[in-house]
């Protein structure tokens, strides 16, 4: 594991229950600070420019750590997972960790 390489997460989703996700996104933002993250972008419509469209989703979200320590820490938080019941009740998504390039010497 290295200390210096930023983590990107990609989250593709579709929202199937909007009252339950607002109380995951009311929680989230506390966690990914508590943890260094950066929220990068969201976007309810992106666009497919190669390939099959990926119809189960609406949302594309993407948000970074400074490590993957931290990214580790963020997931494994208990309060998180707790806090992600939500999301897992009003979503149907699939996140991607990817790791950065690293720095050159």
């Given amino acids: 594991m290295s200390d210096n390489i930023t983590v990107y997460m990609v989250v593709n989703l579709s929202i199937n229950d909007r009252d339950e996700y607002r109380v995951y996104e009311k929680g989230f933002f506390p966690f990914l600070k508590k943890y260094n993250g950066t929220f ?43 806090l992600s019941k939500h999301r897992r009740n009003a979503t149907y998504i699939t996140l991607q960790r990817i790791k950065g390039i690293p720095p050159r010497n």
């Fill in 40 to 82: 990068i972008t969201f976007d309810d419509s992106p666009v497919c420019l190669e390939g099959d469209t990926p119809k189960q989703f609406d949302r594309v979200i993407i948000f970074s750590f400074p490590s993957e320590f931290d990214a580790d820490n963020w997931w494994a938080d208990e309060g998180y997972q707790e």
